[in-house]
T-cell receptor, first 107, second 114 residues
Framework: GQSLEQPSEVTAVEGAIVQINCTYQ??????LSWYQQHDGGAPTFLSY????GLEETGRFSSFLSRSDSYGYLLLQELQMKDSASYFC????????FGAGTTVTVRA | EAGVAQSPRYKIIEKRQSVAFWCNPI?????LYWYQQILGQGPKLLIQ????????DSQLPKDRFSAERLKGVDSTLKIQPAKLEDSAVYLC????????????FGPGTRLTVL
């Protein structure tokens, strides 16, 4: 089976940088994905890391270390609209989601 | 390109009643997923279809839940009879292929069981 751990809540001010860590244990592993979900909305895909290293997409970056079973999502230049829940998810032939991290951005 | 469509958006039923949800995936997407998301938790995969075959249904409570994907396109998820603990958002997602590829989620159906 799979288990994932990520912090439950993070609060930061506009313009700040937030890092959401994710550690996982899994029997099979293709890669690590990140999804964003606004309150009442559907999850939307942010990034996927299949190989070790950093992937950058605009203000968001994601990192994976397969040897450490660890990854993170980095949110830069935080904006109010980034207030949402962020889920890491491990994939073998299916996705298994973590419990999510609620990010609150304060003015 | 149209997104994943789901209906109804909201449903309130009493325990022991039955309910059905419908999903229309993005055109051409071979893989379709049904997730259950309880408030404050991450989505939990209930069943995954590849075309109209089942890839994984290990977390589907088969004594009360059933799902089908006829002709490899639309899908329905049924609960019969419903329990209080089935109150959740039921999300449908689709992707061009399985594995870790990007999944596109529909707006979900919020089910309340009284």
């Amino acid at each position: 089976g799979q288990s994932l751990e990520q912090p439950s809540e993070v609060t930061a001010v506009e313009g700040a940088i937030v890092q959401i860590n994710c550690t996982y244990q899994t029997s099979g592993f293709y890669g690590l994905s990140w999804y964003q979900q606004h309150d009442g909305g559907a999850p939307t895909f942010l990034s996927y890391n299949g190989l070790d290293g950093l992937e950058e997409t605009g203000r968001f970056s994601s990192f994976l270390s397969r040897s450490d079973s660890y990854g993170y999502l980095l949110l830069q230049e935080l904006q109010m609209k980034d207030s949402a829940s962020y889920f890491c998810a491990v994939s073998d032939y299916k996705l298994s989601f973590g419990a999510g991290t609620t990010v609150t951005v304060r003015a | 390109e149209a997104g994943v469509a789901q209906s109804p958006r909201y449903k309130i039923i009493e325990k022991r009643q039955s309910v059905a949800f419908w999903c229309n995936p993005i055109s051409g997407h071979a893989t379709l997923y049904w997730y259950q998301q309880i408030l404050g938790q991450g989505p939990k995969l209930l069943i995954q279809f590849q075309n109209n075959g089942v890839v994984d249904d290990s977390q589907l409570p088969k004594d009360r839940f059933s799902a089908e994907r006829l002709k490899g396109v639309d899908s329905t998820l049924k609960i019969q009879p419903a329990k209080l603990e089935d109150s959740a958002v039921y999300l449908c997602a689709s992707s061009p292929r399985g594995g870790g590829s990007e999944q596109f989620f529909g707006p979900g159906t919020r089910l309340t069981v009284l």
